[in-house]
């Protein structure tokens, strides 16, 4: 149980469009996902809490315009990269929250995000 | 606020060998600690996890880490490592009761034959 999926796994797009990944707990609901971005050999970095029914919180020196976050339902949570620009390519991971008496994370598998 | 240490960026070992993972932690409260694998292109896979009782936890692919609260330490081992084990690890922590995970920098393990 407890899986995550993210759609597309690899979009690659020209400058100045936007792309939408979309996240979905497959087999429970997430009332928090997370959105982080992971840059080549690099860590994951947290972008953004996504709390369903509610805006998005965003870490220091995202921002909120450029990375759009909706939460509409207990299963679904969407980031939209708008204009996107080739500095916005990257591996985007999104991850939901599974409260077992602790929080505990599961992951989706990534979308590399590439912009020419 | 929690931090986390991951001294190796890379470790190279051969097959069969021994491995370590080193990670270290700083936290003002009481931690969750995380081991996670991401193997090329994939998301997160969770390798094992201390909640509380046993310091020694295993996972199911023959490794296992070891809380040590004294030296805020998590390192990660296996006493003997496969070609698939190349992979990159990540070592994370949440505070009991917060939502958001803290991850280290990561440690790519290179396995060669």
């Known amino acids: 149980g407890a899986v995550v999926s993210q759609h597309p796994s690899r979009v690659i797009c020209k400058s100045g469009t936007s792309v939408k990944i979309e996240c979905r707990s497959l087999?429970?609901?997430?009332?928090?996902m997370f959105w982080y971005r992971q840059f080549p050999k690099q860590s994951l970095m947290l972008m953004a809490t996504?709390?369903?029914?509610?805006?998005?919180?965003?870490e220091q020196g995202v921002e909120k315009d450029k990375f759009l976050i909706n939460h509409a339902s207990l299963t679904l949570s969407t980031l939209t990269v708008t204009s996107a620009h080739p500095e916005d390519s990257s591996f985007y991971i999104c991850?939901?929250?599974?409260?077992?008496?602790?929080?505990?994370?599961?992951f989706g598998p990534g979308t590399r995000l590439t912009v020419l | 606020a929690q931090s986390v240490t991951q001294l190796d960026s890379q470790v190279p070992v051969f097959e069969e060998a021994p491995v370590e993972l080193r990670c270290n932690y700083s936290?003002?409260?009481?931690?969750?600690l995380f081991w996670y694998v991401q193997y090329p292109n994939q998301g997160l896979q969770l390798l094992l996890k201390?909640?509380?009782?046993?310091?020694l936890v295993e996972s199911i692919n023959g490794f296992e880490a070891e809380f040590n609260k004294s030296q805020t330490s998590f390192h990660l081992r296996k006493p003997s490592v496969h070609i698939s084990d190349t992979a990159e690890y990540f070592c994370a922590v949440t505070s009991l009761g917060g939502q958001n995970f803290v991850f280290g920098p990561g440690t790519r393990l290179s396995v060669l034959p």
């Open positions: 201390y909640l509380s009782g046993s310091t």
């Open positions: 996504s709390n369903e029914g509610s805006k998005a919180t965003y």
């Open positions: 087999d429970f609901q997430a009332t928090t």
């Open positions: 991850s939901a929250r599974v409260l077992r008496g602790y929080n505990e994370q599961f």
């Open positions: 936290s003002s409260v009481s931690v969750y």
